[in-house]
């Protein structure tokens, strides 16, 4: 279950399912030669609906600095807004009328696509990612942590644990006066990475919590249950956690 933070203080946000336009204009990647040093990649990918994503270079890893927001899987089969509990139909959610920020959010079929549950490095799952990309497994958003933790100029009050801050957006977030390394404190110097992560929140028979933390999801489970990472409002630090397979998470791609 989702910690104490993601049943309390949470904003219950309904909206209802409708099925949108799809504009599908094919899936484009977009070949760079980079230095190694961290930085920003804009326009990285396009997404098989024509959406552009700009990424981040962390370390050895290429990350999206946006949530997926497809309507299709990269072999042009559609993924279906609903709001039905399902562990193995895939399905989209819409956290926000604002999808360019927030992204949609997935149930673990969607985000698999039919594969089974890895943590390897990298996952080698596809599932619902662009071609040349892929779902990161738990072992993967571990390395992007450890990196984060690892450099200074990306911690707070110097501690390896508190990389939040780092990777979530400046914008989006509830306020916390509390712990000054929190991600809602003081959110305007967030998001010294780049990675931009705007709190969506999650999907369970409901819309819960945004403006207060995301969830994304992993290539890593098992049974009805898989990992996800989650940034809060009034945390310091990444947590990694378990949720059922049907709920709706965001998604972030590794470059292949």
Request: aromatic share 12%.
């Amino acid at each position: 279950m989702l910690g104490m933070v993601l049943t309390v203080s949470v904003v219950m946000i309904l909206t209802s399912c409708k099925k949108d336009e799809i504009n599908n204009n094919g899936n484009t990647n977009v070949s760079q030669d980079e230095p190694d040093t961290d930085h920003l990649i804009t326009n990285a990918v396009t997404d098989i609906d024509g959406n552009h994503y700009n990424a981040v270079k962390l370390g050895n890893q290429v990350w999206m600095a946006e949530n997926l927001r497809t309507t299709h899987f990269a072999d042009g089969t559609d993924i279906i807004e609903d709001c039905g509990i399902s562990y193995d139909n895939p399905y989209r959610f819409t956290p926000s009328s604002n999808v360019t920020t927030y992204g949609y959010l997935y149930n673990w079929a969607a985000v698999m696509y039919g594969a089974n549950g890895s943590n390897n490095n990298p996952s080698g799952v596809q599932g619902v990612c662009p071609t040349g990309w892929h779902v990161p497994s738990a072992a993967e958003w571990s390395e992007l942590i450890t990196y984060i933790g690892s450099q200074s100029e990306y911690v707070c009050d110097g501690s390896s644990n508190n990389v939040a801050k780092a990777l979530a957006s400046e914008n989006g977030w509830n306020s916390f006066n509390g712990d000054a390394c929190a991600v809602g404190n003081n959110p305007s110097t967030n998001n010294v990475t780049g990675f931009s992560a705007y709190p969506a929140g999650h999907w369970a028979g409901g819309f819960n919590g945004l403006g207060s933390y995301n969830m994304f999801w992993t290539a890593t489970g098992g049974g009805s249950e898989a990992r996800f990472y989650s940034i809060s409002f009034n945390y310091a630090n990444v947590r990694a956690l378990s949720e059922t397979q049907y709920r709706g998470g965001s998604v972030r791609c590794v470059r292949d």
